[in-house]
Nanobody, 124 residues
Framework: QVQLVESGGGLVQAGGSLRLSCAAS????????MGWFRQAPGKEREFVAT????????YYADSVKGRFTISRDNAKNTVYLQMNSLKPEDTAVYYC?????????????????WGQGTQVTVSS
């Protein structure tokens, strides 16, 4: 069982940066592939980024590639999402999630545990 709590969301102007954090409970955090998803009003939840259990492999949605960076600190049971050059279309609730799958899971169904989400709003 893994419990996830996101933080770091907020209101930022276009072009600005935010860093999201996701703190996990449980001693097995390092065994999970971690991911970030987002959901804008009226839209389906979409994949943003994923990172392997070791942190050595990452994979990004095309829409955020080059602007967002996912990382993790297994000693702190925390995964991060550094978001730079933010755009109004990045506005959404951001969720972190844990998956027992290896590789680059990019579908919500691949993830076993979810946080409650944190709101990110980018003004133009």
């Amino acid at each position: 069982q893994v419990q996830l709590v996101e933080s770091g969301g907020g209101l930022v102007q276009a072009g600005g940066s935010l860093r999201l954090s996701c703190a996990a409970s449980g001693r097995t955090f390092s065994r999970y592939t971690m991911g970030w998803f987002r959901q804008a009003p009226g839209k389906e939840r979409e994949f943003v980024a994923t990172i392997s259990w070791s942190g050595g492999r990452t994979y990004y949605a095309d829409s955020v590639k080059g602007r967002f960076t996912i990382s993790r600190d297994n000693a702190k049971n925390t995964v991060y999402l550094q978001m730079n050059s933010l755009k109004p279309e990045d506005t959404a609730v951001y969720y972190c999630a844990a998956s027992s799958k290896v590789g680059y899971p990019d579908a919500a169904i691949d993830y076993d545990y979810w946080g409650q989400g944190t709101q990110v709003t980018v003004s133009s």
